[in-house]
């Protein structure tokens, strides 16, 4: 039999089945064309492919905007430090000569209400003076300029003793924004014609070269972490929603590989709709980041307040997050498809069911506290690079062993759980049954509140510290100035106005200046450690050391050597020298010789009194020194006050101000850490509540869509007359085992690291309570929150039309 | 009005999705004990009338009465407790709990009704014997076969001692076997208790188990023997 019919050549066979389409193109034409068609589904697939889109892009937004803040770290620091290297130059290392274009400046810095001002008084030497950035010019005699904060506080109605305390100066106009470090900086820039070169320095420009500290390693250590806290969820959250409307996305792939579309294929075109998701999302991160950075200026973290345009992430960077993030929401969906294969009449998922393996679940926290431990048991330097990594690697293997742990805990805690009543039988079955899509939503929980507890610890510990010195140091109600003395007169009439200051209980001061040996030909003076010659009343003298007798002529050599050991020669008939060497680089001055009275007699400085050290060497009174003959004499005063007599400190920083604007004070009454640690605090708590809102929402996304998936049985359960409540409550269970098994493990995490890090530091051991206890009551919020919002979905979902199959 | 002595009884039912009637004027009744096939092609309103007769959905118009019970004037909750005690359903598909095993699926309904755990899975094994599918006690229904499945399902539908029990294709997933393995379990233990069966179906072969036919067309009802 022949089975094939022989033909005449030439004669054309049109029964020949046409040939085989043209193998696809591959590479990266292949992916272009897949991942596009992957959009196209995405663009026009429906109220849900829109809803799936929404809440990847919500997610990539997020996370986008979280790095490119993350990003914009380095650029603000430089733009603050920037600003405030151009403007300043107090020290100018080699002071110019009195010129046309030279200026006399000193800081006259200050503080109201615990709020510092910083403040500068300028002289001009002549008609072409350099101005800082931020003003054309320099103010004239007895005006100044302001920066706009400063201009508010000052006009606001309460603050008349501010505006006291710059009453000599009129404000002719504002300072612009390059002269100041930040939007809500409080300064000014004062003309004084009282300014001499005793009291300022003398610059030809403005503009100091510096460079700002590196970050500290408790300072890494919490950018690593917060970084860490934050992303995670936000990576969580971006896996949850590429899952949502995983069943008609299923469907539809199902539909192409029955039409000829491979597995590699459909996963391409998968990755496509997400990426479509993602790109929105990176559209609308940027527009996130571009609205959040005009928060700037009202935004003030450990004293740093910047301006919008500050808030800029370097190029690079902006670079790496534009590309890495699509991709990543990519690999996030490849990866979720794993041991699924889509074939033409569905969906056939080929993974056993996971059997969640501890040891390598444990070893990440292990191996984090294995990192950390040591460093607290044996304190030492943790500055070092080695120190460094061990610190932030530690804290971010504990905070991911965390996210580790939490599927196998969830896993066992609810495999051992029996009986109780059927919401509760129906949310543990579910849970026994796939943990894992809730659990992966949770895992975000604990990272961020792990961290954020951790974090909190951290601040909490380190600002305690901070409260028990100043706590200790503020104990007594005083306050010390210092600044130039010009005489012992001018120290009195110092004296006598603080006495009459409203508030003021005492006052004690005198005027000081350094006296060390006369050079000899066999000693060289340059690194001798000077004396301190104290100049006053016996009145005065007697409140810092036991004097046997004293009058008006008498002199008194001190056992109130710094150093024991040093002889410096300030002895009853020497000849010393007045004008000693400061131990500068500048040239030895010409010594200015004195001879200490033989007749000066020994003295016992007071002990330690009110926490200040006294130092004298020599005391003396007034007639037996001219103070025109020691060298930059400066006055020290001690001022107590009353705390029951209101703005006490501030009448006194009046006083002081109106005497001479350059004095400076030195006291515990405000403790400029507390600002600056509540905002880091407070900014923490937000972080961490946003964080948790975001887990809610992953959640939500997460519990709809096991809704959705299973609205037939719900709407059986209706048709047997299954109460609301009955499914409501079990809702409830199956979001709370999962949030509080994570809140447990988080807390117990995040207070071990804290603790650790704590001792790391060495600092004591203080959790605040009533912030763990918030954080946990959020949690429980969440809880209640996703619930809440799950039960319209499961409502609707449990009506009959669900029966329906024609 | 109602027919003497029935049941469950439903007049002049109307019902429509959208534009499209799913029930025109359609009549109803059933007697205690009473097995009725609900039969009609595809999209000819069983379904429909079956949710209405189960105060599952309410009809646009007509009324339900149910003993002494008008389910039409009921409330939703109500309806539904109605359904806790005295309705027992079977489905095609999907409705046994996944997460759930056999026995716990079996004794869910009369755990929704306040009994106790114990008390409810001591009953909820005596009808997993009575299916004969006593051997599967502690599986899940995604590890037992369609057959079995729906033998669970027929047991969670008579666990409660219902008065009526709905049945929507309960063998349309199953092979012939085991479909007439199913229906001859239902139609038996139903007998045994009095109960009425609503049995929708597009099969002539599992109408045989019924004592009376109706044919659902258009919304219409047409009862076989020639009685409403």
């Known amino acids: 039999m022949t089975l094939l019919r022989s033909r005449p050549h030439g004669e054309r066979d049109t029964t020949v089945p046409a040939p085989p389409p043209a193998p696809p193109r591959t590479g990266p034409a292949r992916w272009a064309r897949d991942l596009a068609m992957g959009m196209r589904f995405a663009a026009g697939g429906g109220r849900e492919g829109w809803i799936r889109t929404a809440l990847t892009a919500a997610g990539v937004a997020l996370g986008v905007a979280v790095l490119l803040f993350c990003a914009s770290a380095p650029t603000l620091m430089n733009a603050w430090h920037g600003r405030e290297k151009a403007r300043e130059n107090l020290g100018q290392a080699h002071p110019p000569p009195r010129s046309d274009r030279t200026v006399l400046y000193a800081h006259t810095d200050t503080v109201f209400r615990g709020t510092a001002i910083r403040g500068r008084l300028v002289r001009p030497d002549g008609a072409h003076p350099p101005a800082p950035p931020g003003m054309r010019h320099l103010p004239g005699p007895g005006e100044m300029v302001v920066s706009p904060a400063l201009k508010d506080l000052l006009a606001a109605p309460d603050n008349a003793l501010l505006r006291a305390r710059l009453s000599s100066y009129r404000i002719v106009g504002v300072i612009g924004d390059e002269g100041l470090k930040g939007p809500r900086e409080l300064t000014y820039l004062a003309h004084s014609d009282a300014l001499s070169e005793l009291t300022g320095y003398r610059i030809d420009r403005f503009g100091k070269s510096w460079d700002p ?42 539909a192409l590989r029955l039409v000829g579309a491979d597995v590699r294929t459909t996963r391409r075109i998968a990755s496509g709709e997400v990426l479509f998701g993602s790109l929105l999302g990176l559209l609308g991160g940027g527009a996130l980041f571009l609205a959040g950075r005009l928060l700037a200026p009202s935004i003030t973290l450990w004293d740093i307040n910047v301006y919008p345009s500050d808030v800029t992430p370097g190029p690079l960077a902006a670079l790496l997050i534009t590309v890495l993030v699509p991709t990543a929401a990519v690999l996030v969906t490849l990866v979720a498809q794993r041991g699924v294969t889509v074939e033409p009449l569905g969906i056939v998922r080929n993974r056993p069911p996971v059997r ?49 742990l939490l599927p196998w805990l969830v896993d ?40 954020a507890v951790a974090i909190h610890m951290l601040m909490t510990g380190s600002q305690a510290g901070y409260a028990a010195a100043y706590a200790e140091s503020g104990r007594v109600p005083q306050i010390s100035l210092w600044g ?49 010659i104290g100049v006053g009343t016996c009145a005065e003298l007697r409140k810092v050391a036991h004097l046997p007798s004293c009058r008006d ?106 005497i001479d604007p350059t004095m400076m004070e030195g006291s515990s009454i405000d403790n400029p850490h507390d600002r600056q640690y509540d905002g880091i605090r407070t900014t923490i708590f937000i972080g961490a509540v946003v964080t948790l809102l975001l887990i809610g929402a992953g959640l939500i996304i997460s519990t709809v869509e096991q809704l959705y998936e299973r609205r037939r049985l719900l709407s059986t359960l209706d048709a047997y007359g299954t109460r609301r409540a009955t499914l409501g409550w079990s809702v409830l269970w199956q979001t709370a085992l999962p949030v509080a098994l994570g809140l447990a493990l988080a807390l117990s995490c995040g207070l071990a690291l804290g603790s650790l890090l704590l001792t790391i530091i060495g600092s004591d051991v203080i959790v605040d309570w009533p912030v763990v206890a918030g954080m946990t009551a959020i949690g429980g919020g969440v809880i209640l929150f996703v619930t809440a919002l799950s039960l319209p979905p499961l409502w609707r979902m449990m009506r009959p039309e669900g029966l329906r199959t024609e | 009005m109602t027919p003497e002595g029935s049941l469950l009884a439903a007049e002049g039912l109307r019902k429509a999705y959208g534009p499209t009637p799913a029930l025109d004027g359609a009549d109803f009744s059933i007697h205690p004990g009473e097995v009725v096939a609900v039969m009609g092609p595809s999209g000819s309103g069983k379904s429909t009338l079956l949710h209405c007769l189960a105060g599952i959905i309410r009809p646009d118009s007509g009324t339900v009465r149910y003993g002494t019970h008008a ?158």
């Open chain 1, 484 to 532: 130039n003395g010009a005489s012992w007169q001018q120290t009195e009439r110092l004296l006598s106005a603080l006495r009459a200051t409203p508030g003021v209980t005492t006052a004690r001061g005198l005027l000081d200046a350094n006296a060390g040996r006369m050079p000899t030909p066999d000693h060289d003076t340059d690194r001798d450690l000077p004396g301190i």
């Open chain 1, 356 to 404: 969640r393996r501890l040891w390598w679940r444990v070893a990440l926290p292990v191996a984090g506290t294995a990192l950390l431990v040591p460093m607290a048991i044996r304190p030492g330097p943790i500055d070092d690079p080695l120190a460094t990594g061990c610190l932030a690697g530690g804290s971010t293997l504990l905070l991911f062993g965390v996210t580790a």
């Open chain 1, 412 to 451: 066992r805690v609810v495999g051992r759980l029996r009986g109780g009543p059927v919401t509760w039988q129906l949310a543990v079955r579910r849970l026994q049954l796939s943990s894992g899509p809730a659990t992966r939503a949770v895992s975000g929980i604990t990272v961020a509140l792990a961290g």
């Open chain 2, 71 to 228: 389910l039409t004037e009921l409330t939703d909750a109500q309806r539904s407790a109605l359904r806790r005690t005295d309705f027992g359903f079977v489905f095609q598909f999907g409705q046994l709990v996944p997460e759930l095993t056999c026995l716990e699926n079996v004794a869910l309904p009369l755990r929704l009704n306040g009994t106790k755990r114990k008390d409810a899975e001591r009953q909820a094994r005596d009808w997993l014997a009575q299916l004969e599918v006593d051997g599967v006690d502690g599986q899940r229904p995604g590890e037992i076969s369609g057959g079995q499945g729906q033998r669970v399902a027929v047991a969670r539908a008579l666990a409660t001692r219902p008065r009526v029990i709905f049945a929507d294709e309960p063998t349309g997933a199953l092979d012939s076997l085991n479909g007439e393995r199913v229906l001859t379990l239902l139609t038996n233990a139903a007998r045994d208790t009095n109960a009425a069966v609503v049995l929708v179906t597009h099969e002539a072969r599992v109408a045989a188990y019924s004592d009376r036919e109706i044919v659902v067309r258009d919304g219409r009802v047409k009862d076989m023997a020639g009685r409403i």
């Open chain 1, 213 to 254: 500290r590196p970050l500290t390693t408790p300072g890494l250590v919490l950018v690593i972490m917060t970084c860490v806290a934050l992303m995670t969820p936000v990576m969580v959250f971006i896996g949850t929603s590429v899952r949502f409307g995983n069943e008609r996305r299923e469907r539809r792939l199902a």
């Open chain 1, 553 to 658: 002529g008498d002199a008194f050599v001190t056992d109130g050597h710094r150093d024991s050991g040093t002889e410096r020669g300030l002895t009853p008939g020497a000849t010393i020298n007045l004008n000693p060497p400061d131990a500068s680089d500048e040239p030895v001055p010409a010594p200015r010789p004195w001879t200490v009275p033989p007749s000066a007699r020994a003295a016992q400085l007071a002990p330690l009194q009110d926490g200040h050290r006294l130092y004298y060497d020599l005391l003396l009174t007034p007639s037996v020194l001219d103070t025109n003959r020691l060298t930059r004499p400066s006055v020290e005063a001690l001022v107590r006050f009353d705390r029951d007599t209101p703005d006490a400190v501030e009448h006194i920083r009046n006083t002081a101000a109106r």
